[in-house]
């Protein structure tokens, strides 16, 4: 008597056709996707006019200097610290009623100064920040 052993064949999975699917509903993905451009930020650029004067209102002025002391309203200010600088800024707009505090840096200060500059503002509660630049002369 002979026994035959009974082979059971691996069942196999086909990628071919799977691939093939896959590559259609891809390109089916790419024909149908409609790609639209969106700002991240909002933002109305000012105009300016050179007629007219701007009318200035009250202003704590503070300048950084090449080495990163702060100077505010022409007063040295102890510290380099955001809080320090935050305390000088309060104290130079005791007197006014939401002030502009506008930023004048040397162009050798580094960034980090600057910086500090906008934090003591907000720290101060003061939400009106400008950093003036000088023009180039050709």
């Given at each position: ?37 969106h ?85 101060a ?7 003036s ?6």
């Amino acid at each position: 008597m002979s026994f035959r052993k009974n082979y059971k064949e691996d069942p196999e999975i086909n990628l071919i056709p799977l691939i093939d699917v896959l590559l259609v509903i891809l390109i089916f993905l790419m024909i149908t996707t409609t790609y639209s451009k969106h700002a991240e930020l909002q933002i109305n650029l000012p105009s300016a006019d050179t007629d007219k004067q701007p009318t200035r209102p009250s202003e704590i002025v503070v300048a950084i200097t090449a080495s990163g002391q702060f100077v505010v309203n022409k007063s040295a200010v102890a510290g380099t610290s955001a809080n320090d600088l935050a305390a000088a800024m309060r104290r130079a707009g005791a007197n006014f009623k939401d002030p502009v505090v506008i930023i004048n840096g040397d162009k050798a200060a580094n960034l980090q100064a600057a910086v500090t500059a906008m934090e003591a503002a907000r720290i101060a509660g003061y939400g009106q920040v400008s950093i003036s630049t000088q023009t180039s002369r050709r």
